[in-house]
T-cell receptor, first 112, second 112 residues
Framework: GAGVSQSPRYKVAKRGQDVALRCDPI?????LFWYQQALGQGPEFLTY????????KSGLPSDRFFAERPEGSVSTLKIQRTQQEDSAVYLC??????????FGNGTRLTVT | GENVEQHPSTLSVQEGDSAVIKCTYS??????FPWYKQELGKRPQLIID?????GEKKDQRIAVTLNKTAKHFSLHITETQPEDSAVYFC???????????FGKGNQVVVIP
C-alpha cells in the first residue's frame, strides 16, 4: 500500500506566522512519531502517539509546538509564531507491532 | 538522555572496497540499534537493525556488530557500489522505535 504521506512538501512562512504540517501514516499503523531534522544533522525526536493518545511530547522544543492525532490516524504538527530556528525538515514516521519505522518524505519548513 | 556519536563524519571509498562506520552511545539501558540510509532530499530508510541480545547481524552486503560492554556498534558495507553513496544514520533507544536518538550522520562516497 501507500507509504507515509506528508503535506505540504515545502512551506515558506514569514517569522511570526503559524503553520500546520500534516501526516498521513500507513493505514493500520498504531504508532506515529514526529522528528525534526536540521540541515546536516540527524533527526531529533519531537513527539509520539499511540492511536490518538500522545504518550510522549518531551522532545517538543517549546510551547509554540503542538501536535494532535484526534482520530488515531492523520496527525497535524502545528507551530505557532514561527521563528527562524524552526527552519528544518519535519519528518513523520509510523509503525505497528515493533515493525520497522517507516518515514515520510518530510515537510521542509523555511522561516524568513 | 541518550547521546549517540558517529565517526568518521565523511568516508570516501573506492568501488568494491569495504566501508565501516562506528557509533558510540551513552545509555547502557539502550537495547535497540537501527541504521538508516538517507539519500539527498529523500526519506531515511531502515537498512539493518540489531537488538542487545545479539552481537552481530548480516543481510547480504550489510552487517552490524554490537559491543555492549564498550557501548559501540558498527555498520559494515562490503563490495561497495556507487548506489551505496548516501548519508548513514545510526540510532539507539531503550524502547524499540520509541524516542530513537540519532547520530549526526556519516556521508559515504563511493568512488567509481
Amino acid at each position: 500500500g501507500a507509504g507515509v504521506s506528508q503535506s505540504p512538501r515545502y512551506k515558506v512562512a514569514k517569522r511570526g506566522q503559524d503553520v500546520a504540517l500534516r501526516c498521513d501514516p500507513i493505514s493500520g499503523h498504531v504508532s506515529l512519531f514526529w522528528y525534526q531534522q536540521a540541515l546536516g544533522q540527524g533527526p531529533e525526536f519531537l513527539t509520539y502517539f499511540q492511536n490518538e493518545a500522545q504518550l510522549d511530547k518531551s522532545g517538543l522544543p517549546s510551547d509554540r509546538f503542538f501536535a494532535e492525532r484526534p482520530e488515531g490516524s492523520v496527525s497535524t504538527l502545528k507551530i505557532q509564531r514561527t521563528q527562524q530556528e524552526d527552519s528544518a525538515v519535519y519528518l513523520c514516521a509510523s509503525t505497528s507491532n515493533n515493525s520497522p519505522l517507516h518515514f515520510g518524505n518530510g515537510t521542509r519548513l523555511t522561516v524568513t | 538522555g541518550e547521546n549517540v556519536e558517529q565517526h568518521p563524519s565523511t568516508l570516501s571509498v573506492q568501488e568494491g572496497d569495504s566501508a565501516v562506520i562506528k557509533c558510540t552511545y551513552s545509555d547502557s539501558a539502550s537495547n535497540y540499534f537501527p541504521w538508516y540510509k538517507q539519500e539527498l532530499g529523500k526519506r531515511p530508510q531502515l537498512i539493518i537493525d540489531i537488538r542487545s541480545n545479539v552481537g552481530e547481524k548480516k543481510d547480504q552486503r550489510i552487517a552490524v556488530t554490537l559491543n555492549k560492554t564498550a557501548k559501540h556498534f558498527s555498520l559494515h558495507i562490503t563490495e561497495t557500489q556507487p548506489e551505496d553513496s548516501a548519508v548513514y544514520f545510526c540510532a539507539a533507544s531503550r524502547d524499540g522505535n520509541n524516542r530513537l536518538a540519532f547520530g549526526k550522520g556519516n556521508q559515504v562516497v563511493v568512488i567509481p
